[in-house]
């Protein structure tokens, strides 16, 4: 769902590396089989919102993190030389000269915005990042109570952050107001960034942006269903727009 932004910033001279996470992705393709995995792919454990499950919620950020944090691990062994590719197939040569690791970006939309803000928290490698609408908050505990803000949210960081969203993003009011008060609570630190996308809903950041559309032209798709999936803004306006925010606060913030 994110190739379209990947193969714009590749097109822009950025080296991009996309992750998939096992178990938490729909469904996940390995290499190979193992000793603790007899198939060759993962599917979801996933059979709801986990933000309506908090301990569930937590340990899929949590695990998002360390996914992030073992790509990075597995990019400075190819940098060095080495070959991490897990089936041990020979790489391109001189593949790791390619990648500049004093300069990481990551950006990640939904949940993949609250593991990535985390992740520039926990982890200085990273240098920068955006979140594309994504809760900066664990859920809440009870109805009526406030989620605990994540560490990023609480205290910052000293490097750029961008939270870029929308002007409909679904869900209830209390989602909105939690989205709205974790933002609140980044933006108070300084090197943190805001922008929105109008007339546009959550899945406005994906492929989904394009593809909808055609999907009602179709006939496949509502016009209410287009909207509250990515809006009624047209896929002309709202796709240059998203890959220009992210396009250049990594163009501004990652090429010193």
Request: aromatic residues 8%.
């Amino acid at each position: 769902m994110g190739t379209g932004l990947a193969k714009e910033l590749a097109s822009h001279g950025f080296v991009v590396v996309t992750v998939d996470h096992p178990g938490d992705a729909s469904e996940v393709e390995f290499p190979a089989t193992t000793a603790y995995r007899d198939r060759p792919w993962r599917t979801t454990v996933f059979r709801g919102d986990p933000r309506t499950d908090p301990p569930l919620d937590r340990a899929m950020i949590e695990t998002r993190i360390a996914d992030l944090r073992f790509v990075l691990d597995r990019l400075e062994a190819l940098a060095a030389g080495e070959n991490p590719d897990a089936a041990g197939r020979p790489l391109p040569d001189r593949l790791g000269r390619a990648l500049d690791l004093r300069r990481v970006g990551c950006y990640g939309h939904s949940a993949g915005g609250t593991a990535v803000a985390q992740a520039l928290y926990e982890d200085r490698r990273t240098a920068g990042a955006v979140v594309l609408e994504g809760y900066l908050n664990h859920p809440p505990q009870g109805p009526g109570q406030e989620g605990e803000l994540y560490p990023v949210a609480r205290f910052g960081v000293d490097r750029p952050l961008l939270l870029l969203g929308t002007d409909g993003f679904i869900g209830q009011a209390a989602a909105k107001r939690e989205l709205e008060s974790s933002w609140a609570a980044m933006l108070s630190h300084g090197r943190t960034h805001r922008r929105q996308i109008d007339r546009a809903a959550h899945w406005v950041f994906t492929d989904y942006a394009s593809l909808a559309p055609q999907l009602q032209a179709a006939g496949l798709m509502t016009a209410g269903a287009r909207r509250a999936l990515v809006g009624a803004v047209e896929p002309a306006v709202s796709v240059p727009r998203v890959r220009h925010h992210v396009r250049s606060f990594f163009a501004r913030h990652l090429a010193r």
